[in-house]
């Protein structure tokens, strides 16, 4: 963009202009908020409000002293909750990407060998859901799986089962949930990623020999690679903190970091604990947040 | 191109979507029950509306959604002009200073979980109120902040998207027509990017209509919103009214998404024929 050039002497240009405000926005509200939750980290829990020590303190007239406090990690890393929710939150994300992607892969592939037409209506329900409230779904879950619910219904009147089967409250009900939630979020890119497809590159394996399943397991599956990062990244990043599903369908037991995160800080007012536990999360996540932007990246350009 | 699919993979996307949308449609038929057990079909009375009118003279749920609806158009319109400017400078400027930076801060809100969001930005508040003393407490302002900066990114994705999808030939051709750069942005690139625009603009406004975490976290005394009503509600249990409410919200989904989707589809039918 042209400006004057009086102003480009300053270093201001339209360009800077234009990406400054949002730039602006997400460094403050974005980033700074995590500088500040690494410096609570290192405080002390008080009684007061906010309740939480300073880090900084004046002593006497000039001198200034930082007080570092590594108790609260000290404190994750003895209590064995929070390693063990730590551990647990991974397994049970790990687990639920994978059968979002056992479950969405046939699905994408599906849509996307549609015709044009089905294609556009198929991919109309996958959408839906998104955008119908998440809470709302999850709450549809407990009406399905508590002991009057839905399926213990069915099962009873189809004679199936005698007495009613214990699924919510279960981590099964959590998993179910996952899935259920993030299964969108995988289709999605998989399908984007299919639909680039050059299909003749099947055709010419099965022309060449290949038994169909052959095809799919040499050709299908490794070009559909940056598809599948994406949407397991989409599902594990966002479902190892996940608070809503645990807390709704988990049960007391279902232990979750996201949720301790949240019991730390709103039932014990916790707050540097809290930081601490966001804190430790984020060390894990970020490898995969960078590893998720660099296949974005690949895939953009592979587009292009 | 063939579009032969095996009875696997027809299977799989029958069980597929009966998994996506069984909850969903059990939801709407026992918003019509009269029992207060919910899942327990009670034949003599039902089907019934009466779930239907105590929903809509239910204050608590009403002011709740009306403090939610607020929200979600101020953060929709914000998110909107920001989303735009971040996606038209990622799109369309391919080197300047802080890309690198700008496209991080709008990559990770998508998948950062929410508990952290929440977390960090009411710090910051706080933080901000002992140094500055603004903002004053926390309420709509605050919240709303908060969705604008995960909104946003979404927002810019789909901006992005459509400007990567777009012939720049169209842009190339104004600006050696003469047009100065704002003038071709305002006469060619935003009518293009429109339909982006206004799907980015809903999507703003349901992250913001159904977003609990976030909410919870940057809300203060007397702000609830309708997640949070919702949320509190849910814990003791299902509830026939919330029935009702997942009922509406999917109504209006429905009608939307069918609505803008029609449209998009004759825009492009449209933007076809003339090329």
């Not at chain 1, 892969?105 to 549609?114: D, E, L």
């Not at chain 1, 014990?268 to 998720?292: D, E, T």
């Not at chain 2, 009922?247 to 589809?265: D, H, K, P, Y």
Request: aromatic share 12%; glycine share 6%.
């Amino acid at each position: 963009m042209k400006t004057t050039p009086h102003l480009r002497r300053f270093g201001i240009t339209g360009r800077g202009l234009v990406v400054a405000l949002p730039y602006l926005w997400l460094l403050l509200f974005f980033v700074v908020p995590f500088v500040i939750v690494l410096k609570i980290s290192f405080s002390d829990i008080d009684l007061a409000i906010p309740p939480y020590k300073p880090l900084l303190e004046w002593i006497g007239k000039y001198s200034l002293a930082i007080k570092l406090n590594f108790n609260n990690y000290v404190f994750l890393f003895t209590d064995s909750l929070y390693l063990n929710a730590m551990l647990n939150s991974v397994k049970v994300a790990f687990i639920s990407t994978l059968l979002c992607l056992l479950i969405g892969y046939p699905m994408a592939y599906g849509i996307a060998r549609s015709k044009p037409s089905t294609r556009n209506i198929l991919l109309l329900l996958v959408i839906l859901p998104f955008w119908t409230s998440l809470l709302l779904r999850v709450y549809a879950w407990i009406g399905l799986l508590k002991a009057n619910g839905v399926i213990n219904n069915l099962l009873i009147w189809s004679g199936a089962i005698h007495e009613p089967l214990t699924m919510l409250y279960t981590p099964f009900a959590m998993y179910v949930g996952i899935v259920y939630s993030y299964l969108p979020f995988m289709i999605l890119p998989l399908y984007a990623n299919l639909e680039k497809m050059d299909w003749t590159l099947l055709e010419a394996a099965e022309d060449l020999g290949c038994r169909p399943y052959q095809a799919f397991y040499k050709i299908t599956l490794p070009l559909s690679r940056n598809g599948m990062l994406a949407g397991s990244m989409l599902v594990f990043i966002p479902a190892v903190g996940e608070f809503v599903i645990p807390a709704l369908l988990g049960g007391p037991n279902a232990l979750m970091i996201g949720r301790v995160l949240w019991d730390e800080f709103f039932s014990n007012r916790a707050w540097p604990v809290a930081s601490a536990v966001a804190i430790l999360l984020l060390v894990i996540l970020v490898p995969f947040m960078m590893w998720y932007q660099s296949v974005q990246a690949r895939e953009s350009a592979g587009a292009r | 191109m063939n579009y032969r699919r095996s009875y696997f993979i027809v299977t799989c996307i029958a069980f597929g979507f009966a998994f996506l949308y069984v909850p969903i449609l059990s939801m709407v038929v026992f918003s019509f029950n009269a029992s207060k057990l919910v899942t327990v079909w009670d034949s003599a009375n039902s089907p019934t509306l009466k779930w239907y009118y105590s929903l809509l003279h239910n204050e608590e749920i009403l002011d709740a959604a009306w403090i939610s609806l607020k929200v979600a158009v101020i953060n929709a319109s914000g998110s909107v002009i920001l989303g735009t400017l971040a996606g038209f400078g990622l799109g369309r400027f391919t080197k300047f200073r802080g890309r690198f930076m700008l496209n991080a801060m709008t990559t990770a809100p998508l998948v950062m979980p929410e508990v952290i969001t929440g977390l960090s930005l009411l710090l910051l508040f706080v933080a901000l109120e002992q140094t500055i003393g603004w903002p004053a407490g926390r309420g709509i302002t605050t919240m709303t902040i908060g969705h604008m900066t995960f909104s946003m990114a979404y927002v810019t994705v789909v901006v992005q998207s459509r400007l990567a999808s777009f012939d720049r030939a169209l842009e190339e051709a104004a600006m050696d027509l003469g047009a100065r750069p704002l003038k071709v942005f305002f006469v060619i690139t935003l009518p293009i990017i429109l339909p982006a625009i206004l799907s980015g603009w809903l999507l703003a406004f349901t992250l913001s209509w159904d977003d609990l975490v976030i909410s919870s976290f940057t809300s203060g005394p007397g702000s609830s919103t309708l997640p949070m009503v919702v949320f509190s509600k849910v814990r003791l249990g299902v509830s026939p009214e919330i029935n009702v409410l997942a009922t509406l919200t999917i109504g209006v989904v429905t009608l939307m998404i069918v609505g803008v989707s029609f449209w998009m589809a004759r825009a492009s039918r449209l933007e076809k024929a003339a090329a």
